[in-house]
C-alpha cells in the first residue's frame, strides 16, 4: 500500500512540474508572438526604404 501512495504522490509531482513548466512556455511564447509584431513590420519598412533608396537612385 506505501508503494502505491509514494507511486501516486511521484505521478502528482511530475503532473505539477510539467503543468508549471507548460505554464512557463505559454508565457514565453505570448512573449515571443508580441515582439514579432513589432519585428515584422519594422523589417518590411526596412525593406521598403531600401527599394525605394534604389529607385531613386536610378532614377537620378
Known amino acids: 500500500m506505501e508503494e502505491e ?4 504522490r511521484l505521478i502528482a509531482l511530475y503532473r505539477e512540474t510539467v503543468n508549471g513548466n507548460l505554464v512557463k512556455l505559454h508565457r514565453r511564447c505570448d512573449e515571443f ?22 529607385i531613386l537612385q536610378i532614377a537620378w
Not at 501512495?5 to 501516486?8: G, P, T, W, Y
Open 5 to 8: 501512495a509514494a507511486r501516486l
Open 33 to 54: 508572438v508580441k515582439g514579432l509584431k513589432f519585428i515584422v513590420p519594422t523589417v518590411l519598412l526596412a525593406f521598403a526604404c531600401y527599394a525605394l533608396q534604389i
